[in-house]
């Protein structure tokens, strides 16, 4: 397709998924919003309370494998739509649950729409915008993560108030996801391969996935998908929470500055990100691996010293936690435009189902669940040690504290997986293009 069609229709698109990209993190973060309610409801432990994420994470993961396969085959604005309109659906539901098991199963579901999204979204960038300013585009698009963050963060609790009630903002939740379905019916899709100038009709290989598997670069962008999920989504999971036990807070302080560290940050390091990303990636072809990876250390060093305060240092704790979930944030525009680079149009949804299988299935639905596990242990330990027989809010409070270790260790994985990554990209890359055979 000609530049002068295409670009119109390229922003035209993106802002689209950008608005879908904002429904998917609003709906799939409620729950972490409102663990505490939900917790007081039904007596749940922290264990119980990561099994929220983890029941979805684990079907999103699983889904996506044949979900990608359709992706490459099929009209991936039907994918899109039929995802948008299943996902809301079972969020408005899930707020007439009326056991803690009805509310996972009703949570799973929410998962297999959910699936569908990323390897779709992600196809679609892939062939909208060239390798040159493909960050750019991810970075703008990956907005729709801290902006579904922030306005849940910020709105969900006055909307509790409101009602009086945990459930309305999942009945609330349905409505403009229904609606955006019907849009992503008109989408005008570009040819496959088109912004790499690669052929429509250029058949992929006879055995997709024994093709992915012989890219070495891949494999190292799969396991910082792992560990930075699980980072993720602990945080997510736990922050509420932490500030609630902690420091005291009510939920809808508590929620906001939550908002802060994982929404606000974003806001800025997204597109700045991704534009100093492709400005690195103009210079050397490792450049914006490079820049990844040492923000990502960067942001294991701010959440450490986050975890470092008193339980009178609330402000403290928020500051630093922001400026690590800030250097956070430059993950994607270096990362996801890597993937894009290594990998050819027509195996783009099962390589994006690939990664997010294993960035789902191995770390987000680790993440929420180990940590809840560890805080649950650590909060009988406290319990020992101060001699007495039953666990107090006081003892999950520091055992949640302590469990947030995780989170730094995590990140600081991640930005070795990225290291690794980048030795590898320069001949994946060249091999993408067919100027050398790929590596065995």
Not at 257 to 285: F, M, N, V, Y
Not at 294 to 320: E, K, P, R
């Amino acid at each position: 397709m000609a530049a002068s069609t295409q670009a119109p229709n390229a922003w035209r698109v993106l802002a689209l998924l950008f608005a879908a990209n904002l429904l998917n993190f609003f709906d799939r973060t409620l729950p972490a919003v409102v663990a505490e309610p939900i917790r007081r409801e039904w007596g749940l432990n922290d264990f119980e309370l990561g099994l929220i994420s983890t029941s979805f994470v684990l079907v999103y993961a699983v889904a996506g494998l044949p979900l990608g396969r359709w992706v490459d085959h099929g009209s991936r604005r039907v994918v899109l739509a039929l995802g948008l309109a299943v996902w809301s659906l079972f969020t408005g539901l899930a707020g007439l649950a009326s056991t803690f098991v009805a509310f996972l199963w009703l949570r799973a579901m929410v998962g297999i729409g959910e699936a569908s999204y990323a390897p779709a979204a992600n196809s679609l960038v892939g062939d909208l915008f060239p390798s040159a300013r493909r960050a750019r585009a991810v970075g703008l698009f990956m907005l729709g993560l801290p902006m579904g963050l922030l306005i849940t963060y910020f709105a969900v609790g006055p909307i509790v108030t409101a009602f009086q009630s945990w459930r309305a903002p999942f009945y609330l939740a349905a409505i403009p996801g229904l609606l955006l379905a019907f849009a992503c019916l008109r989408i005008r899709e570009p040819a496959r391969g088109a912004a790499d100038a690669i052929a429509a009709d250029r058949a992929p290989p006879p055995r997709p996935f024994r093709a992915l598997m012989r890219i070495p670069t891949l494999w190292c962008l799969v396991g910082s998908g792992l560990s930075i999920n699980f980072a993720a989504y602990a945080a997510n999971a736990f922050l509420v929470p932490l500030f609630m036990r902690h420091f005291g807070l009510a939920l809808t302080p508590a929620a906001n500055l939550t908002g802060l560290i994982c929404g606000a940050t974003g806001l800025l390091a997204l597109p700045l990100g991704g534009w100093i990303a492709d400005k690195l990636h103009q210079r050397s072809e490792r450049g914006r691996l490079r820049f990844g990876a040492y923000c990502l250390a960067l942001a294991a060093v701010g959440t450490t010293l986050a975890l470092t305060v008193g339980a009178d240092s609330a402000f403290w704790f928020t500051l630093w936690f922001a400026l690590g979930w800030l250097c956070y944030f430059a993950y994607y525009p270096c990362v996801y435009p890597a993937l894009h680079d290594v990998v050819e149009p027509r195996l783009r949804g099962r390589a994006m189902a690939l990664y997010f299988a294993a960035m789902y299935l191995l770390g987000g639905a680790a993440g929420p669940l180990v940590v809840g596990g560890l805080s649950d242990h650590l909060a009988t330990q406290a319990m020992h040690a101060a001699g007495a027989t039953v666990v107090s809010e006081a003892h999950k409070a520091a055992g949640l504290f302590d469990a947030m270790a995780l989170v730094p260790v995590m990140l600081a994985i991640t930005a070795a997986f990225v290291l690794l990554a980048m030795r590898s990209f320069p001949a994946d890359a060249r091999a993408m293009r067919g100027a050398v055979s790929p590596q065995a």
